[in-house]
């Protein structure tokens, strides 16, 4: 099953990651070799490397492999999650006169 990007967010995010693998992965192994050890195929590195849609999967234990899974947890780890009590919530209830 293929993931449709539809924002430019996520395909500027999937390019990132890729240069980032790209830049790790070449500076301790060849794409053949980093394939290996993911269990996938150099076709599947290359579009990794060039920002294309992977599975998600590959996506992290490439990752993991090249040891930069914990920085970016660390650094996601540092974002401010909204506090979920201070969601709007649209309101349906109308207000309703006392008089009756």
């Known amino acids: ?3 449709i990007l539809h ?4 395909k500027k995010l999937l390019a ?3 240069l980032l ?4 992965r070449a500076s301790a192994m060849s794409q053949d070799e980093f394939a290996q050890r993911l ?10 490397e060039q920002g294309k849609a992977v599975n ?3 996506l992290f234990d490439a990752l993991s492999l090249l040891k930069l899974d914990q920085p970016l947890l660390s650094e996601l780890g540092k974002l401010r ?6 969601r709007h919530r649209k309101s349906d209830q109308r207000v309703l006169d ?3």
């Open 21 to 24: 693998i790209k830049e790790y």
């Open 81 to 86: 999650l909204p506090d979920p009590k201070l």
């Open 56 to 58: 998600s999967e590959i």
């Open 1 to 3: 099953m293929k993931l």
């Open 7 to 10: 924002s430019m967010g996520a």
């Open 98 to 100: 006392n008089d009756f």
């Open 16 to 18: 990132t990651l890729g």
């Open 39 to 48: 269990g996938v195929s150099r076709k599947t590195v290359s579009n990794m």
